[in-house]
């Protein structure tokens, strides 16, 4: 395959993986109302995906150990981003906590430029500029200081940054296959939701039977295919692709878990929300202009 195939095929992965992500809060909040909350669904969706790709690392192992330090610890710190992600759902608004997550080009970007050395473009500081004002304007909506106000805010804040760290490591220094990269993933938001858990809600002990077996399946499911399949397809992309280039491409996620969101769980943004919002799709924009005006040379 060419090099611009298979950029183009990684960037189209990345966004369809974004769109398919806007669905997922569905199924965690579905989680949660049956008995499992707090960051025990994720967990129990975490565990499941591991699950079902630990004959990949059985089969692989020499693989995972041969990788190194520095790239299992970037995969697992993007499972544990994934995991602070998910559980916001729980404690937050989706639109909102999608939002927050998605500062992650502004923060790939401080980190290529400070922590890798890498040449940053002019349109991408305006880029920074942008969505920080977003993030600023979005927040004190309200009349208040412009800081998180929830768990779930704080965690997607968090998630966010911490997924760029990850996909600048991916990036420098993972050469994982996609399901054992998925594997390590989903070990990182094992452990992840294993610390939040106990310490966000009290281990479910009642009403768990009455759903028992409609949520097995609903946990099996997520981790398979969002969790496994998906997150396999993005590991493979992901390597491929600029982590500012990433972070744009899963932007089709605030799209779609907006709207979703609006339709089914009658969410809607007020005005200074839509705003600030909007400040941040534009510093995605912003981001990734300078990559389309210079050509390939630009993503390397």
């Known amino acids: 395959m060419t090099s611009d195939r298979t950029t183009l095929l990684a960037t189209a992965i990345v966004f369809a993986t974004g769109a398919f992500w806007g669905f997922y809060w569905i199924p965690v909040r579905a989680v949660s109302g049956m008995g499992l909350t707090g960051a025990w669904g994720t967990l129990a969706i975490a565990a499941a995906a591991g699950l079902l790709l630990s004959p990949v690392a059985v089969v692989r192992w020499r693989a995972l150990r041969r990788a190194g330090g520095v790239a299992l610890a970037s995969i697992a710190l993007g499972g544990a981003a994934f995991a602070l992600y998910s559980v916001a759902f729980v404690y937050g608004r989706v639109a909102i906590v999608i939002l927050l997550y998605f500062l992650t080009p502004v923060w790939s970007t401080l980190i290529g430029r400070y922590v890798m050395g890498w040449h940053t473009p002019r349109m991408r500081i305006v880029a920074i500029v942008a969505g920080l004002m977003g993030l600023a304007v979005m927040l004190s909506a309200g009349g208040t200081a412009p800081i998180p106000r929830s768990a779930g805010e704080w965690m997607s804040l968090i998630a966010g940054l911490l997924w760029s760290v990850s996909t600048t490591g991916i990036r420098s220094r993972s050469d994982l296959r996609p399901p054992e990269a998925a594997f390590v993933f989903a070990l990182g938001a094992m452990v992840a939701a294993g610390l939040l858990a106990p310490a966000l809600a009290p281990l479910p002990t009642e009403g768990l039977a009455r759903h028992a077996g409609r949520l097995l399946g609903i946990v099996i499911a997520t981790g ?9 397809a ?25 709207l979703s969101a609006a339709v089914l769980a009658d969410e809607h943004l007020r005005g200074l929300e839509l705003a600030g919002g909007a400040l941040v799709l534009l510093a995605g924009v912003l981001e990734v202009w300078p990559v389309r005006r210079k050509g390939p040379a630009a993503a390397d």
């Open 234 to 258: 993005l590991m493979w992309a992901t390597v491929r692709l600029d982590p500012a280039r990433v972070g744009i491409l899963l932007m089709s996620e605030v799209l779609v878990g907006t």
């Open 224 to 232: 398979g295919i969002w969790w496994a399949l998906s997150i396999a």
